[in-house]
T-cell receptor
Framework: KNEVEQSPQNLTAQEGEFITINCSYS?????LHWLQQHPGGGIVSLFM???GKKKHGRLIATINIQEKHSSLHITASHPRDSAVYIC?????????FGTGTSLTVIP | NAGVTQTPKFQVLKTGQSMTLQCAQD?????MSWYRQDPGMGLRLIHY???????DQGEVPNGYNVSRSTTEDFPLRLLSAAPSQTSVYFC?????????????FGPGTRLTVL
């Protein structure tokens, strides 16, 4: 069973394009996290959301608790945004992760 | 701050061998956790700890053991390695289990069991 589903699995975009990655989950959550995994393997946290919307630079994350859905948007994409983006939900003391969206931004 | 550190970075074991993956954080975080990452599966929680002396099982705990004797350290022990444990292992920590805090991840340990 997959508590967290992401789409698309793979995404290729031209530099400058607006990108959306979607995350749907099936469990009750206390928080949702968006993570970025670099080609070298390191994982960094981008956002933690429990409601509404957050913005950091060109990245915007939204969450709709009623619909159990979150989106990560990247405006004016750049080749350095190429990475795997992972959605994770926290329920109680446990985290469940999506399988990730592999993004490639072509110059 | 060094953040979350993991050692070793790479390890090759033979079936049946035991070993300990080390994880340490210097941020005084209460919550620490171990994940494995396998192709097409996403990260899966192995064990977690909400403070020194307190540990609990995650989604895939079989074949692994943990302890948390100090706030800083959270080692993961493989009792008798099996090829199915070939994976990349990540340790992570966050400030408190009771508040909404981001997780900080270690650089990972790539383990191969032959």
């Amino acid at each position: 069973k997959n508590e967290v589903e992401q789409s698309p699995q793979n995404l290729t975009a031209q530099e400058g394009e607006f990108i959306t990655i979607n995350c749907s989950y099936s469990v009750g959550i206390s928080a949702l996290h968006w993570l970025q995994q670099h080609p070298g393997g390191g994982i960094v946290s981008l956002f933690m959301l429990s409601s509404g919307k957050k913005k950091h630079g060109r990245l915007i994350a939204t969450i709709n608790i009623q619909e159990k859905h979150s989106s990560l948007h990247i405006t004016a994409s750049h080749p350095r945004d190429s990475a795997v983006y992972i959605c994770a939900v926290r329920t109680g003391n446990q985290f469940y992760f999506g399988t990730g969206t592999s993004l490639t931004v072509i110059p | 701050n060094a953040g979350v550190t993991q050692t070793p970075k790479f390890q090759v074991l033979k079936t049946g061998q035991s070993m300990t993956l080390q994880c340490a954080q210097d941020m005084n975080h209460e919550y620490m956790s171990w994940y494995r990452q396998d192709p097409g599966m996403g990260l899966r929680l192995i064990h977690y700890s909400v403070g020194a002396g307190i540990t609990d099982q995650g989604e895939v705990p079989n074949g692994y053991n943990v302890s948390r004797s100090t706030t800083e350290d959270f080692p993961l022990r493989l009792l008798s390695a099996a090829p199915s444990q070939t994976s990349v292992y990540f340790c992570a920590s966050s400030y408190s289990v009771f508040s909404y805090n981001e997780q900080f991840f270690g650089p990972g340990t790539r383990l191969t069991v032959l």
